[in-house]
């Protein structure tokens, strides 16, 4: 290895172009200085080509014509043709000499006095021979000019115009051959020997009342077709009446066809990844490895992942076991969602079993603050305690009672969740039986129970909390009976107000359904139903409380006094001896009858009689012979006594005004005071 000899000391070696030049590009020039530059001109392509030479050809052989055609000639006047060629001057000849003939047109120049055809459109044609665009030309071309590949394309185009034309006027002589949808008797409907007549049927009678104007029985009203849709779904979805009346009021009957199809399958199968102890992207990682196909649930959420299809049972695989996940519906994430629970809150869920939902929370909170999980059976609690302990949650207590009584045992919580129980009616695709056990007993039951449990988990909130003071309010049902009715209640009886919910997707609440009207604020509530979204069908209100005080409502005080009142005027009337009047009718002399009987039945004191037995008692213990009592005969009460008593008691007994109803109440009060005044 040496130094590199430098034979050329001295010789400057020329290089390539610099940097600068070499990034240097073309000069642009402006379009105000290119205008009179020819080379800016677009391109022909090769038919504009073709049209171009054609326009020549036919323009030389119009100059060839005009060539050989002869020139008449006279010794008066000589013909040419005008620059416009539409018509023809008469030009005088030379010489001075004026001619006494007529000026005027003769048969010798016949060729010239033909006006030419097409010939300014030509003139037009040769001055512009470029054209800029493809648009500017003409789209009539003769068929020699295009391809075979284009000709064929041309015949195929027309061949299809004319068939879809043919379509067109079949499909129009069959709708008006059609006959008109008639309604079959009952014989007839007894007969249907299968679903598919059934079907068949339904999508009939919803083709007429889709046009019902134009295609409906003069015969039959719109409520005669409505049962025999009614009856026929009933039949083919196996629904009972009550329940599919309700749908068909609730759903518009297109959309109601595809509730009922969507509650017939099953909905995708959901799990939800604990970010307690993994990520979502590990744990998918880790099941595709297991042979699960498997996708995010969508954008909305950062846990949830869809399973389509599995080689492993999803509920028994090591990652399941170790806590890194439950399996949990899509709907089931969103109250929690929309509650958004913070660090080191007090939260708690009055209806968690089996708790998915409370995990879920613990998981938000990052097992800070503390999370109340109450229910009221017993057994589901042992679930609640199981998945806490696969799931890793520490910061709960777990409790067992009527939620209704919450509030008195504990309060002033920053959020509460509350999944009301319900009638189910959103997930009918989990549970069959829903479709003929529900009746209007059910959904009144339900009713009433939610809006105790409401009132009660508003009541536990804390108004003045800092982050919090709000409560969400969640069904599993459909129906506005169980959801925006319970909402509506509250809003009148507490005071709280509805907030956003915070979910990007949903349908809104309803602010009037039929006769009813709901407060405007319904609208922030949000809906989801299993044939749009594609999940169980779900409600989701949030409410925030804004004070502590429980409002008073003119109908609660009016109950209390009409109460007080009825009790004031009862124990007058038992108090008060009666005084007896003669009367004449006979129907009082017989109850005077009885009145004196029973004031005439001798009384005793209850403290007396209570002396009496005491002292006897006493008596009785001390003569004993062989362990057995001697008992007075005297110490029985009497017959009299007894009956006094049993009066007493059926009058007490009988003047539970709580367990009577108000309108009872007030006929009852009614009547005591009649009496009263008859005695007196």
């Known amino acids: 290895m040496g130094r590199k000899a430098k034979f050329n000391d001295g010789v400057l070696v020329k290089r390539g172009p610099g940097k600068k030049t070499k990034k240097q590009k073309d000069p642009i020039f402006p379009k105000a200085l290119r205008e009179g530059d020819e080379s800016d001109d677009k391109k022909l392509s090769h038919r504009q080509k073709q049209r171009v030479r054609k326009r020549l050809q036919k323009k030389t052989r119009l100059v060839k014509t005009e060539e050989e055609a002869p020139e008449p000639v006279t010794e008066s006047t000589w013909l040419t043709p005008s620059k416009s060629h539409d018509d023809t001057k008469i030009i ?14 003769t048969d010798d120049n016949k060729q010239w006095l033909k006006p030419r055809k097409k010939q300014d459109s030509d003139d037009e044609e040769s001055d512009n021979l470029k054209v800029g665009t493809l648009d500017d030309i003409s789209d009539e071309s003769s068929d020699d000019d295009l391809l075979p590949i284009e000709q064929q394309n041309k015949q195929l185009k027309q061949q299809q115009e004319e068939d879809d034309q043919l379509a067109e006027e079949e499909l129009q002589m069959n709708i008006a051959d059609q006959e008109k949808f008639k309604l079959p008797t009952k014989k007839e409907r007894e007969q249907t020997a299968s679903l598919q007549e059934v079907q068949q049927r339904i999508r009939d009678v919803v083709g007429v009342l889709s046009d019902f104007g134009k295609l409906r029985d003069k015969k039959h009203s719109r409520s005669d077709y409505l049962e025999m849709l009614k009856s026929d779904l009933c039949t083919y979805y196996s629904y009972n009446e009550f329940l599919m009346e309700r749908f068909m009021q609730l759903f518009h009957l297109t959309e109601l066809l595809e509730f009922l199809e969507a509650s017939e399958v099953q909905r995708p199968l959901t799990i939800r990844t604990n970010s307690l102890k993994t990520r979502r992207r590990d744990l998918a990682q880790a099941l595709i490895n297991r042979g699960v196909n498997l996708d995010p649930v969508g954008k909305w959420s950062k846990v949830g992942l869809v399973v389509y299809s599995s080689q492993v049972p999803v509920g028994a695989t090591p990652e399941y076991l170790a806590g890194h996940y439950i399996i949990q519906g899509a709907s089931s994430l969103l109250p929690v969602m929309a509650l958004a629970p913070q660090e080191n809150e007090r939260v708690l869920d009055m209806a968690a079993a089996p708790g998915g939902k409370a995990s879920h929370i613990a998981a938000l909170m990052k097992n800070t603050g503390v999370l109340f999980a109450n229910d009221v059976n017993n057994d589901r609690i042992k ?20 939620g209704r009584k919450f509030p008195a045992m504990l309060k002033g919580f920053d959020r509460v969740l509350l999944d009301a129980p319900c009638t189910g009616t959103g997930v009918i695709a989990k549970d069959q039986s829903v479709k003929t056990s529900k009746d209007e007993y059910d959904i009144q039951r339900c009713y009433n129970l939610q809006r105790e449990l409401l009132l009660a988990a508003i009541d536990c909130l804390n108004a003045k909390s800092e982050s919090g003071g709000y409560l969400v309010y969640s069904t599993c049902s459909v129906l506005p009976e169980e959801n925006e009715w319970v909402i509506d209640y509250a809003l009148k009886k507490r005071n709280v107000k509805l907030v956003d919910t915070g979910l990007e997707f949903g349908n809104e609440g309803f602010t009037s359904y039929r006769q009813f009207r709901f407060h405007p604020s319904l609208k922030l509530t949000k809906r989801f139903y299993p044939h749009t979204h594609n999940m169980d069908g779900f409600f989701v209100a949030k409410l925030k409380k804004f ?3 429980i409002p008073k409502s003119n ?19 038992v108090s008060k001896k009666p005084k007896i009047k003669e009367k004449c009718s006979k129907e009082s002399k017989k109850e005077v009858e009885e009145e004196k009987e029973k004031i005439k039945e001798p009384k005793m004191n209850d403290e007396s009689v209570e002396d009496k037995i005491t002292s006897k008692n006493q008596k009785s213990r001390k003569r004993k012979s062989g362990g057995e009592k001697v008992v007075d005969e005297k110490l029985k009460p009497s017959t009299s006594q007894q009956k006094q008593e049993a009066t007493k008691k059926k009058a007490e007994n009988g003047m539970n005004w709580e367990d009577i109803p108000k309108e009872a109440s007030l006929k009852l009060n009614k009547k005591m005071k009649m009496i009263a005044k008859k005695k007196q």
């Open 555 to 573: 109908d609660d005080e009016d109950e209390k006094e009409s109460k007080k009142e009825v009790n004031i005027e009862t124990e007058e009337v």
């Open 92 to 105: 005088p000849s030379s010489d001075d000499e004026e001619s006494d003939e007529p000026q005027g047109f």
């Open 547 to 549: 004070s502590n005080l």
């Open 383 to 402: 679930a609640i305690v199981g998945n806490f302990h696969r799931l890793g949650v520490v910061n709960s207590v777990i409790t067992c009672m009527d």
